[in-house]
């Protein structure tokens, strides 16, 4: 069946350190893999993406890594910054625009 | 360009009332997605339309909700006889052909 995993499912840094938050998926078809930033009370805010024929995407302090073998992919952020709290949720898709299969969300804390 | 809007932002209503939740994709955008969030909880598909099409309403419950997507105005999400567990964030996204979703602020919908 379509499931995503996500760990940890609450993480605290220091600011100036580094956050990884980790997904894995279990329907081998997926070939889509974006993450998402979502503040209190706003909506999801698609921050990096990656596709099945890329093993890694980066976008100046975030970066995205693929095992495709693994079936594991995930977000790292370099640099922390008090404004980067929030809960990052990563998602699977294996069908071209259809629907996203969602982890169940990391809330972020980055300590000042 | 104007991000994909979503209205009403906040629906109170009485069990067995009706709402109607609105969303208007991003321009040059043809598909659009509705998802839901319980209370610290990750984001639950629901429906997946075209324009004057469904074209995937597995996560969607078979009774007291529909969805629509017209030639003409935004797409709708309707619930009809609302109940406790209905309460909720309802999230519209929108997508091109074969990018990625980008979702709207969001309705938040209290059932009393």
């Known amino acids: 069946g379509e499931n995503v995993e996500q760990h940890p499912s609450t993480l605290s840094v220091q600011e100036g350190d580094s956050a990884v938050i980790k997904c894995t998926y279990s329907?081998?078809?997926?070939?889509?893999f974006p993450w998402y930033k979502q503040e209190l009370g706003k909506g999801p805010q698609l921050i990096i993406d990656?596709?099945?024929?890329?093993g890694e995407k980066k976008d100046q302090r975030i970066a995205v890594t693929l095992n495709k073998t693994a079936k594991h992919f995930s977000l790292h952020i370099t640099e922390t910054q008090p404004e980067d709290s929030a809960v990052y949720f990563c998602?699977?898709?294996?069908?071209?625009?259809?629907?996203?299969?969602f982890g169940q969300g990391t809330e972020l804390s980055v300590k000042p | 360009n104007a991000g994909v809007m979503q209205n009403p932002r906040h629906l109170v209503r009485r069990r067995g009332q009706e709402a109607r939740l609105r969303c208007s994709p991003m321009?040059?955008?043809?598909?659009v997605y509705w998802y839901r969030q319980l209370p610290e909880e990750g984001l639950k598909f629901m429906v997946y339309?075209?324009?004057?099409?469904?074209?995937?309403e597995s996560g969607m419950p078979k009774e007291r909700f529909s969805a629509e997507f017209p030639k003409e105005g935004p797409s709708i999400l309707r619930i009809q006889q609302v109940v406790r567990g209905d309460s909720a964030a309802y999230f519209c996204?929108?997508?091109?052909?074969?990018?990625?979703?980008?979702f709207g602020p969001g309705t938040r919908l209290t059932v009393t």
């Open positions: 996204a929108s997508s091109p052909v074969g990018d990625g979703q980008y």
């Open positions: 329907d081998s078809a997926s070939n889509y």
């Open positions: 990656i596709r099945s024929n890329v």
């Open positions: 998602a699977a898709h294996y069908n071209q625009g259809g629907k996203l299969i």
């Open positions: 321009k040059g955008h043809s598909h």
């Open positions: 339309l075209q324009k004057e099409n469904i074209i995937d």
